[in-house]
């Protein structure tokens, strides 16, 4: 398991300096997906708005209401489906 606590203690400084070293070390595929993980990080939908709290309350209950229905799909009739 990571622990977190040893990331926020480390300066940009010493995770360059790491990351310099192992760069060299990775494939140049591995390099380009590494690239394309950090571009993916720094890439914000701007044009998606975000829901208000009164609103992912009530999506939350409809979906509980739902479930409470028998309106609902299990994880072993999914797989099923899927694997017709």
Same mark, same amino acid.
């Given at each position: 398991?990571?622990n ?6 480390? !300066? ?7 990351l &310099?070293g $192992?760069?060299? %070390?990775?494939s140049?595929k591995?390099?380009a997906? %590494?690239?394309?993980?950090?571009k993916?990080?720094?890439?914000v &939908?701007? &044009? !998606?708005? =975000?829901? !208000? =709290?009164?609103? $992912? ?6 979906a509980?209401? =739902?479930i409470? #229905?028998g309106?609902?799909? !299990?994880?072993? &009739?999914a797989?099923? #489906?899927?694997?017709?």
């Amino acid at each position: 398991m990571l622990n977190a606590s040893k990331f926020i203690k480390m !300066t940009s400084s010493a995770i360059k300096k790491q990351l &310099d070293g $192992y760069l060299p %070390l990775l494939s140049n595929k591995q390099q380009a997906l %590494l690239l394309e993980m950090v571009k993916s990080f720094l890439n914000v &939908d701007h &044009d !998606t708005k =975000r829901i !208000t =709290r009164k609103q $992912y309350n009530k999506e939350i209950a409809e979906a509980v209401t =739902r479930i409470e #229905e028998g309106n609902f799909v !299990t994880h072993e &009739d999914a797989l099923n #489906e899927l694997s017709k």
